[in-house]
Every structure is written in C-alpha cells, then in structure tokens.
C-alpha cells in the first residue's frame, strides 16, 4: 500500500508505476517528499563490527534525546529525513521506525557497508566474500526487508577511504554497482576529496551503472571546487554535507559557485549532524539540524538565489537523487 508523506499531496491518487522512494514504512510517492535532510544520522556506534548489537543503547532513552531535535526540523520546515548509518555502526531499523511514527518525518534508512576508517567497520564477511555476494545479501535487504523487519532500505551507502581506491573499496563499489541494477535505489558513497570521487564514477560506469545514480559524499572536503564540476559533468551528485552554524558563510560561497556555473540541479546539502553515541556518557552531546532551514536558506536568499533556486535544492534535488529507478550507463 502506498503511503502519502503529505497529507496536501493525498489528493493526487496513486497511478501505476508512479515515482517512488522507500521509506522505513514503506514508499512514499517521490513527489510527496517535501524539504529532506539528504545526509543526518540518529544514531552512531564506533565499537566496530565484531561488538556491536543493538543490546548497546536504550531506545527509549535514545528516543528521548533525538526526538526533540527531530520535532524541531520539523517545525522548521522539513518532511524528510534520510538517516545515513550504515549496518555495523548503529544501523536500527526499529528505532528508525519508532521515530518517523512519533516525529511525523518520513525516514530513509541504507543497505551496504562503510570500507572508509580503513575498514576497521567492515564485518569480517566483507573481506572474504565477492562482490556478488555482498550484493546478493544487500539486495537480500531491498527484496526481504531489514534484520527480520519489513523495513526496506531507501538507498545504498557504501564508504572509502579519502585517497585512491583500495582493492576492498572497488570490491564495494562493485557490490554496490550489482545491487543498483537490480534494485534502482541510489548509491551514496562517503567520500571526501575528488580523487577517490573520479575514480568511484568511472568504476561504476565500467560496471554498467551511470554516475546519475551516484552522490559524492563530503564533497565539501574537496578544496578544489572545479572539481565539482567534473564530478557533475559526469553525471554524478554533489553532496555539501557537513552544514553546521559555523560555516554557513563557506556553504554559501561553495553553493553560489555550483549556481553560476549552472550545476545547481546536482548539488544536495545536509548537516551530517546528530547523533546519539552509546559509547558516551547519556549518548554525547546530540547536533540539531535547522542550520538549514534557520541559517543557511536565509543566507542564499540574501545572496541572490531565487525561491525556485532554493526549493531546488531542498526539495526537488532530494527527490530527483533518492527517486528509486535503474540508471543503465549510457555507452
Ligand atoms: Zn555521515
């Protein structure tokens, strides 16, 4: 059954292959996603993968400390939340589920695995199975759902690390490439600078997938900003995810040059922000996520970008980027 996000957009009557995006319950239609966090996170636990299980944090205590932030973007504007934890680091559909319930936000949660921090947050499968079978369980995910839940992931998030490709990191990639092709979802890949970003394009291009399906994560670490256009000339998304109150100025310089150069339609911007951590004392200090909408929005208007321009990028580059489809490499 389809669920509509937005109660103004439940007019419009579902049709048949009509664009969608997963959500943790259940598809949304791509339309009715509103203003969406493309990069946040509700929870993250750096124990490693040979340790971690959901036994380490309390939900009801985890759900007391994000909830008022999640209400609070909400009041702000946004509809969608797309939460970038990856398995092995905290990943909780349940959670998820539990607070896109409680907070009204649709929530997008992942499958795939994070090879960056030099793979310390691989599982020990990753090192010795092939690709094919990291995609089989992968798509395993999209076809079956989540640790037993009927939750289904919205997206691929895979991880390298910010220098050329490991032989890990292209097995990866390549997982990542096969589970696009059977599944449509969209990979985002933690990234940093270009060179691992160029190198990620061209491989999955040579595996069949376009670069339109692919989102250069923390892309704001790249200090070269030509580079973006390279990476969006390509095909592929720019994503300036690391928004916080102290470099709304940097983001709107970064953002005004992607809009001169014309590259607007393949930029998202998020906050990466968050996040509950078990391994500190009462979950750490947890990040809001309105810089967006209180500071930064704002700040673009001021700049000279339209309100089409800025609801380009809150609302129809999310849904242009998460929309699930198969994009075929165009030889
Ligand atoms: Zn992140």
Request: hydrophobic fraction near 40%; charge should be neutral.
């Amino acid at each position: 059954m389809l669920i509509i996000a937005d109660s103004l957009a439940s007019a419009a009557l579902p049709q048949a292959h009509q664009p969608e995006i997963m959500t943790v319950a259940g598809p949304v239609h791509a339309g009715a996603i509103g203003n969406t966090l493309t990069h946040e996170h509700i929870l993250v636990d750096f124990i490693g993968a040979e340790q971690i299980n959901p036994n380490r944090w309390q939900q009801e205590e985890v759900i007391a400390k994000v909830l008022p932030h999640l209400k609070e973007v909400k009041d702000a504007g946004c509809r969608t939340f797309i939460d970038c934890t990856p398995n092995y680091l905290g990943r909780d559909v349940v959670l998820l589920r539990r607070l896109a319930e409680l907070s009204g936000l649709n929530i997008i949660t992942n499958t795939g695995y994070y090879g960056g921090s030099d793979h310390k947050y691989l599982p020990a499968h990753a090192f010795t199975e092939t690709a094919q079978a990291l995609a089989a369980r992968w798509v395993g995910e999209w076809k079956e759902g989540i640790d037993g839940t009927t939750v289904r992931p919205g997206f691929i998030k895979i991880s390298v690390n910010p220098a050329a490709l490991s032989e890990i990191s292209k097995k990866l990639i390549r997982a990542a490439a096969l589970t696009h092709l059977q599944t449509g979802l969209t990979i985002a890949s933690h990234t940093g600078p270009a060179v691992p970003a160029l190198e990620q394009i061209a491989l999955l291009r040579s595996e069949g997938v376009d670069a339109s399906a692919f989102i250069w994560v923390h892309a704001q670490n790249e200090t070269d900003l030509t580079y973006y256009i390279s990476a969006a000339q390509a095909g592929a998304w720019v994503s300036l995810d690391g928004l916080s109150d102290n470099n709304v100025a940097d983001y709107t310089r970064r953002l005004s040059f992607l809009r001169d150069e014309k590259w607007l339609s393949q930029t998202l911007v998020s906050h990466d922000a968050g996040w509950y951590d078990p391994g500190k004392p009462g979950g750490g200090n947890v990040r809001g996520y309105t810089t967006l909408f209180k500071k930064l929005i704002p700040a673009l208007a001021q700049q000279g970008f339209t309100a089409d321009e800025i609801e380009q990028l809150v609302r129809r580059n999310p849904q242009n980027a998460f929309t699930t489809r198969v994009r075929a490499a165009k030889n």
